[in-house]
């Protein structure tokens, strides 16, 4: 069964600090990897996704995530934090087949953004 | 098209009540998904629709849980007999439903407080 573990429960950076999110998926074949963020009130948000192809993959917001097959990881970076950015961050990994929709998400890290 | 939809946002109820959520789709989606988030975790899968079929449940949903999508469109998750364990944030996702590539787009959720 796939699984997504988030090391991190809560990160704490600076205003302007880089930030790197930390992401490890258990899948046995090809995954597909999502990240998404939550603010208090809001619905989830997608960030950015891989598919295939490139493994560095960019998304909305300066955000950016390397997928690294050999570690099983796919951690979300960014090189300068906004106060904006405090959110919750999830993970996920898509299934496959017929029930590609059906993800499996991370515990979540939240983020906390000192001015 | 303002997105995926919940109603209510928040609902308190007694323990022993039946309630409903309903979960209106972005327009021309053909995928519809539940999801249930406890506090301090990801969200979880419960079940999901393909038009008005339901292609698989979880092992979570219960026999008091049941889900329908009439003609496709907008959805409705019942829980009956609440229990205190059934509090968490139940979320909405929608789709095209157009492969493992598909994006989810996730409403704002309904938290449910069971006394």
């Known amino acids: 069964a796939q699984s997504v573990t988030q090391p991190d429960i809560h990160i704490t950076v600076s205003e302007g600090a880089s930030l790197e999110l930390r992401c490890n998926y258990s899948?046995?074949?090809?995954?597909?990897l999502f990240w998404y963020v939550q603010s208090p009130g809001q619905g989830l948000q997608l960030l950015l996704k891989y598919f295939s192809g490139d493994t560095l993959v960019q998304g909305i917001k300066g955000f950016e995530a390397e997928f690294k097959r050999s570690q099983s990881s796919f951690n979300l970076r960014k090189p300068s934090v906004h106060w904006s950015d405090a959110a919750e961050y999830f993970c996920?990994?898509?299934?496959?087949?017929?029930?590609?929709?059906?993800?499996?998400f991370g515990q979540g890290t939240i983020l906390t953004v000192h001015p | 098209d303002t997105g995926v939809s919940q109603d209510p946002r928040h609902k308190i109820t007694k323990r022993g009540q039946n309630v409903t959520f309903r979960c209106d789709p972005i327009?021309?989606?053909?995928?519809l998904y539940w999801y249930r988030q406890t506090l301090g975790q990801g969200p979880e899968f419960l079940t999901y629709?393909?038009?008005?079929?339901?292609?698989?449940k979880s092992r979570l949903l219960s026999d008091r849980f049941s889900a329908e999508r009439p003609k496709g469109s907008f959805s409705t998750l019942e829980i009956q007999r609440t229990e205190q364990g059934d509090s968490a944030m139940y979320l909405c996702?929608?789709?095209?439903?157009?492969?493992?590539?598909?994006?989810?787009?996730f409403g704002p959720g309904t938290r449910l407080t069971v006394l």
């Open positions: 996702a929608s789709s095209l439903g157009g492969g493992r590539r598909d994006e989810q787009f």
């Open positions: 996920a990994v898509g299934a496959s087949g017929t029930s590609y929709g059906k993800l499996t």
């Open positions: 629709f393909q038009n008005e079929a339901q292609l698989e």
């Open positions: 327009s021309e989606h053909n995928r």
């Open positions: 899948y046995g074949a090809t995954p597909y």
